[in-house]
């Protein structure tokens, strides 16, 4: 049972460059995120998604995309990458699509970008 | 003001030792809370959870949550090395909110 798979584990861009950090879980989880997590800032919620076509903004949705084509996938893409967006990103999936409750949050392993 | 602050230590004890970790919060919707434990270069994974006002124990981990201060607490009891990790509180509205907020994290060495 592999849970949540992030891919890569580690990236580097330039300014303006654009990609896609992917992330697959195998649980059947409706609700799945992305957060990124930076020093002196804790865990921040970028988009999130109830199902697959169903997405929202969090708190920090500027210079991301996201799309639910299916349960299982839920990628991030960056645009135009800038250097503000060096982070570290994590995806995370959670049974139900209910309102957030007391449901355990399933984490990825995280992927580390460097944008210079 | 942030929502919920929490001290990033890093906090440093021997083994053995009881640990008290600590968030406070100022949104009053607050109603479910819970601790996230990340060891370096992992994920998170859920710790503990409460619900409202009250204690819950777990084997040697116990939650507090005092509504009425706005102060959320974890303790370790006989800490161990493994125990090492950075510590994130998390908390939820419940019904009306899809968001979890955390706090920054604090960071626990335990010494053998």
């Known amino acids: 049972n592999a849970g949540v798979t992030q891919t890569p584990k580690f990236q580097v861009l330039k300014t303006g460059q654009s990609m896609t950090l992917q992330c697959a879980q195998d649980?059947?989880?409706?609700?799945m995120s992305w957060y990124r997590q930076d020093p002196g800032m804790g865990l921040r919620l970028i988009h999130y998604?109830?199902?697959?076509?169903?997405?929202d903004q969090g708190e920090v949705p500027n210079g991301y995309n996201v799309s639910r084509s299916t349960t299982e996938d839920f990628p991030l893409r960056l645009l135009s990458a800038a250097p503000s967006q060096t982070s570290v990103y994590f995806c995370?999936?959670?049974?139900?699509?209910?309102?957030?409750?007391?449901?355990?949050?399933?984490f990825g392993s995280g992927t580390q970008l460097s944008v210079l | 003001q942030k929502e919920v602050e929490q001290d990033p230590g890093p906090l440093s004890v021997p083994e053995g030792a009881i640990v008290s970790l600590n968030c406070t919060y100022s949104?009053?919707?607050?109603?479910?809370f819970m601790w996230y434990r990340q060891y370096s270069r992992k994920g998170p994974e859920l710790l503990m959870y409460?619900?409202?006002?009250g204690n819950k124990e777990d084997g040697r981990f116990t939650a507090q949550v005092d509504k009425s201060s706005k102060y959320i607490s974890l303790f370790i009891r006989d800490s161990q090395p493994s125990d090492s990790a950075t510590y994130l509180c998390?908390?939820?509205?419940?019904?009306?909110?899809?968001?979890?907020?955390f706090g920054k994290g604090t960071k626990l060495s335990v010494i053998p």
């Open positions: 995370a999936s959670r049974s139900g699509q209910g309102k957030v409750t007391n449901e355990k949050l399933f």
């Open positions: 649980m059947n989880h409706e609700y």
């Open positions: 998604s109830v199902g697959a076509g169903i997405t």
């Open positions: 949104n009053s919707a607050f109603q479910y």
């Open positions: 409460t619900y409202s006002s």
């Open positions: 998390a908390m939820s509205e419940g019904a009306g909110s899809y968001q979890l907020t």
